[in-house]
């Protein structure tokens, strides 16, 4: 069975370890595409090059996207190893 090209919100919501209102709120602050097939469904290629593109920024707010905060990194890196 070949590799997905296509997936779901639902699917991408999974993929994000998120929720499927976050994935929303991402396509509506025009930071994930998506195309419709009956329903939306975002590509491969396009998940990766987001996930490329954002790594090391706070997405927490889609609509203000900040760079993630070194004191944030070295707070989980600490509680982690705790």
Not at 4 to 18: D, P
Not at 43 to 50: H, M, N, P, V
Request: include cysteine.
């Amino acid at each position: 069975m070949p590799e997905e090209m296509l997936y779901t919100v639902n699917e991408v919501a999974k993929i994000l370890k998120t929720n499927i209102n976050y994935v929303y709120d991402l396509r509506k602050a025009g930071l994930l595409r998506f195309l419709k097939l009956g329903s939306l469904k975002c590509r491969k290629s396009t998940l990766e090059a987001f996930l490329e593109k954002y790594d090391g920024q706070d997405l927490t707010d889609p609509f203000n996207i900040k760079e993630l905060e070194e004191s944030y990194d070295n707070r989980n890196k600490a509680g982690a190893s705790t």
